[in-house]
Structures are given as structure tokens and as C-alpha cells.
């Protein structure tokens, strides 16, 4: 039976699918010609991350389909709905990537209240001839311990998030509103661990109490955090978007970082991917990176076995 990666898969799925007897290419196939290809070469299950698109057109045209796979969290590149609709199998991998991401948010954390983001584009311009003047600029760094994240959506990401925050001892105002309360276990190197149990609070709450404020919700129809939201959240707060792109309003963000009423922002997902707004490009305010939370050698070995693992039992 085959299968076709269209957007990559790591080593790991490649042996797991062919262990499992599966035969799977991983020829980029531009979106226009993915139909023709699809059929010309009898593919039973598509596996696609953020670039490629499975809409009710591909699924109409390719009748020989019968699995279509997501290797990460979100499917808002796809037609779940219609698909399942029509008979196929539409899976994911919503575990894998929870800690790379996570750890993204911190390293853009990190960095942002410490001016990293700023500092790598000052220092190779400036740093020899203006090293006393940047060195004031970049004094007034702040400690994370002590401090209060706000996380908005709290599951496995959220609550990976957590995990990360707890053990620099910082404390964790979560919302979500589809859980009351969740045990967060940190562990650490030695084979111990500590259950800590959280206990969500409202989404005002979240917003007015957090130094920090970062999201991990679904594709929304509309941002969960604009002008009003950032009125709500303390002066000199930060605000991280690793979620989905339009999750933050941009035009807001912008206008409260230059009201100096958010401190900073940290932006891994954009509402014009691949051409985010040259606005939050150019921003001193704003840490940026392209989409890359779930982009780990440890996550993407995960998604492929993940996904191989389905692909046999739905399949094989």
C-alpha cells in the first residue's frame, strides 16, 4: 500500500513504514499537481504538515484515498469534517511535539526579558563602536523566578509549558475553558518527580494577574487576545504567540507594544504565512521565529513513528 509524505517525514516514520510493509514516497508535490499524483500513483494516505493543504476538492478528486495524516497538532490545513464524512481516516500526532514547543516558548522567553532579540541585531552593527551604550540599554533585565505566566489553553502544550515554568519556580495561572483543574508533573533528571496540581482560573483573572502571557489554543475565526484583552493585561507584560497565526490580533499588538503598554511580544506563527507583515518583521519589540515550535529532531522522530504506528493499525 502506499503512502506519500508530501511534506517530509523524519528517518524514524520512514523505517517504521516500511517495516510495517508500506511502501511511502517523500517527493514535494506542488499543491496544484498533488491530485494527479495522488491517483497516477494509487496513494492510500497522504501524510501532510503545515504547507500542504487537503481540501474538499483533493478529496472529491482522489477516490483511491483512504487516510489522510497531519504529523503535529493542528488540522486547519485540512477538511477534517468532510473527510470523515467520506469514509477516510484523518489522524494526528497531538502529543509530540508538546515539549519542543514548550521549550520555545521559554527561549523566546528567555531571550525577550533579557533583550536577546534585540541584542543580536545590535551587537554585530554597533557592539565595537558603542559597547558602553548598549550595555546600558540592555541593563534592565528581569528574573523569571517569582514571577507569574499566564498560559491560555491548557492542554498537553499548556500544561508542557507548565511543567517548564514550575521548575523555575515561577507560578502558573492557567485558563481553559474546558477543564477545572489539571496535576502537572515535573521531572527531572534523576527518575523523580512532583505532582503539582493546577487549578484554572478565569480568563480575566489570567490576563490582569500574568507578567507573561502565552497561548496555546486552536485556529480561531477570531483573535482570543485584541485591544481589549491586551487593555486587561498589566503594564510592561509580555505576550507569546506559538499557537496558530490570527490566535493574537497583529495591528493590536503593535499599537500596544508602541503605547509601551506590553513590553514585548514573542511571535513563532503569523496570519500571513509564509509573508508575515513586515510590521512585526521590523519591530525592535517583537522575538521572532518562522513557525518552528514542533521543528526538533526528538518531536519530528516522535510525529513519524507516531504516525506509522496509526498508518498500521488503521491499514495494515
Do not use: W
Request: charged letters at 20%; aromatic letters at 6%.
Amino acid at each position: 500500500m502506499n503512502i506519500h509524505a508530501n511534506d517530509g517525514i523524519s528517518q524514524s516514520g520512514i523505517d517504521a513504514l516500511a517495516g510495517f510493509g508500506f511502501t511511502l514516497t517523500t517527493t514535494n508535490v506542488a499543491q496544484e499537481q498533488l491530485i494527479n499524483y495522488i491517483n497516477e500513483n494509487n496513494i492510500a494516505g497522504i501524510l501532510v504538515r503545515s504547507a500542504t493543504t487537503v481540501r474538499k476538492d483533493l478529496i472529491d478528486a482522489c477516490p483511491g484515498l483512504k487516510l489522510i495524516g497531519r504529523g503535529g497538532v493542528g488540522m486547519d490545513n485540512i477538511d477534517v469534517d468532510y473527510a470523515r464524512e467520506k469514509g477516510l481516516h484523518v489522524i494526528n500526532t497531538p502529543a509530540a511535539s508538546s515539549s519542543s514547543v514548550a521549550e520555545l516558548v521559554f527561549a523566546h522567553l528567555f531571550g525577550a526579558v533579557r533583550f536577546l532579540y534585540d541584542a543580536n541585531r545590535n551587537m554585530p552593527l554597533d557592539g565595537e563602536t558603542k559597547f558602553k551604550a548598549l550595555k546600558k540599554a540592555y541593563a534592565g533585565g528581569t528574573e523569571l523566578r517569582g514571577k507569574t505566566l499566564g498560559i491560555i489553553g491548557f492542554g498537553r502544550i499548556g500544561q508542557a509549558t507548565a511543567k517548564i515554568a514550575l521548575g523555575l519556580g515561577m507560578d502558573v495561572a492557567a485558563y481553559d475553558p474546558f477543564m477545572n483543574e489539571a496535576t502537572v508533573t515535573v521531572d527531572f533528571f534523576n527518575g523523580q518527580s512532583v505532582d503539582i496540581n493546577i487549578k484554572t482560573r478565569s480568563f480575566d483573572e489570567v490576563l490582569a494577574q500574568s507578567d507573561f502571557v502565552t497561548l496555546h489554543v486552536p485556529a480561531q475565526d477570531k483573535p482570543t487576545i485584541g485591544a481589549a484583552e491586551m487593555a486587561k493585561m498589566k503594564k510592561g507584560a509580555g505576550l507569546i504567540n506559538a499557537a496558530r497565526g490570527g490566535v493574537v490580533d497583529e495591528e493590536a499588538l503593535v499599537n500596544a507594544l508602541e503605547s509601551k503598554h506590553l513590553s514585548f511580544a514573542a511571535l513563532d506563527t503569523f496570519v500571513n504565512e509564509p509573508t508575515p507583515a513586515v510590521k512585526l518583521l521590523m519591530h525592535p519589540s517583537i522575538s521572532l521565529t518562522p513557525h518552528i515550535g514542533a521543528a526538533t529532531n526528538e518531536a519530528q522522530d516522535r510525529i513519524g513513528t507516531e504516525l506509522a504506528q496509526q498508518i498500521k493499525d488503521l491499514l495494515g
